[in-house]
C-alpha cells in the first residue's frame, strides 16, 4: 500500500533531509535568512530590507510589468510590430486586487509568530510574489499571442502546461516517496501516456505555431515573425520553468516546514533548541504548559 507523503512519522520525516534540492534550496536560502535572523526573530537590518524589496520587487516589479500592458493597450495599432488583443487581460483593478491580496496574506502570516516557522513564513510571501508575476505575465502572453493563435491555441497551451505540471508532480511525488519511505515507484501506464502527450504535444504546438504565421503573414517580414514565434517559445519556456522550481524545489522545502509544524518538540530536541529559542517568549507568555518543559530542561542541565 503506497504512503502519502504527508502520513510520515518523525522518524521518516527526517529521511526528506536527504532530498538533493531541499539541501541546495536550504543551503542558499538559510546562509541569507540566517544574517538578517537571530534566534529566528528578524534584525532591524532585516526589516527594512524587507520593505525595500517588497517595494522595489514585489509591488514595483509587477506594477511595471501592468504598466507596460495598459501601454500596449492604449496604443495604436499602426505604432505596434504585432497586433494586440484589446481590451487588456491585464487592467488596473486586476493589479490593485494582487495587491490587495498579497498584502492580506502578509498580515495574515504575521500571525505565524514561531520563530522555527518564520523562514517558511517569509518564503511563502515570496512565492506569492512569484505566482502574482507569473499570472501578470500570462495575461500579458495572452495578450500578444491572442490575435495569431486564437482562442483554441492558448487552451491548447494550458492543457499542455497542466499536463507537465500533472507529470512533474507525479515525478516529484514518487521522488519524495522513494526518499522518505524508500519505495521505489515503478513508472505506470499513465506516466508515459502523459510524457508523450508532454514530449510530442511541446513539438505539434509548436509546428502549428510556425505554420500559422507563415500562413497569417505570408506578406510581411520574415523578422517580424521570428519575432513572434520567439515571445511564444519564451512565454512556453518561462512557464515551464516556474512549475519546475515550484514542484521540484519550492514542493520539499514546504513539506519540511510541514513537519516542523506537525512534530514540532520532536524536532526541537532533534535540532538541539531550547524552547524559548524555538517557540518565542510571546508564545511561552500565552502556552504555559511549555514553560514547564522549559523548567525542566534547566532542572536537566
Request: glycine fraction near 6%; aromatic fraction near 16%; include cysteine.
Amino acid at each position: 500500500m503506497k504512503k502519502s507523503i504527508f502520513k510520515a512519522s518523525f522518524e521518516e520525516s527526517l529521511n526528506l533531509l536527504d532530498d538533493a534540492s531541499l539541501q541546495y534550496i536550504k543551503k542558499d536560502y538559510y546562509e541569507k535568512l540566517g544574517k538578517g535572523l537571530n534566534n529566528g526573530k528578524p534584525s532591524i537590518g532585516f526589516r527594512i530590507k524587507s520593505i525595500l524589496y517588497s517595494i522595489l520587487f514585489v509591488f514595483g516589479g509587477n506594477f511595471l510589468l501592468a504598466l507596460f500592458a495598459f501601454s500596449l493597450n492604449d496604443a495604436d495599432p499602426k505604432d505596434l510590430t504585432l497586433p494586440v488583443h484589446k481590451p487588456s487581460l491585464l487592467t488596473p483593478e486586476l493589479f490593485l486586487i494582487c495587491c490587495f491580496i498579497w498584502l492580506s496574506l502578509v498580515l495574515i502570516g504575521k500571525f505565524v509568530r514561531k520563530p522555527f516557522l518564520r523562514p517558511y513564513r517569509y518564503r511563502f510571501h515570496i512565492e506569492t510574489f512569484l505566482f502574482w508575476f507569473c499570472l501578470e505575465f500570462n495575461l500579458l502572453g495572452i495578450a500578444i499571442a491572442l490575435p495569431n493563435l486564437t482562442s483554441l491555441g492558448i487552451w491548447f497551451i494550458y492543457i499542455l502546461l497542466f499536463i507537465i505540471a500533472l507529470i512533474f508532480l507525479r515525478m516529484e511525488k514518487r521522488s519524495l516517496s522513494t526518499c522518505i519511505f524508500g519505495e521505489e515507484a515503478r513508472e505506470t501506464l499513465v506516466d508515459r501516456i502523459a510524457g508523450l502527450i508532454a514530449t510530442y504535444g511541446s513539438g505539434v504546438l509548436g509546428l502549428a505555431v510556425i505554420i500559422k504565421i507563415i500562413l497569417s503573414h505570408s506578406g510581411i517580414a520574415v523578422s517580424q515573425s521570428l519575432t513572434l514565434l520567439g515571445l511564444f517559445l519564451t512565454w512556453l519556456i518561462i512557464d515551464i520553468g516556474f512549475l519546475a522550481m515550484v514542484i521540484f524545489m519550492e514542493l520539499p522545502l514546504f513539506l519540511e516546514g510541514y513537519y516542523k509544524w506537525k512534530y514540532p518538540e520532536e524536532y526541537r530536541d532533534w535540532e538541539g533548541k531550547s524552547v524559548e529559542d524555538w517557540y518565542g517568549k510571546r508564545y511561552l507568555k500565552k502556552h504555559k504548559e511549555l514553560l514547564g518543559a522549559k523548567n525542566e530542561e534547566k532542572i536537566n542541565l
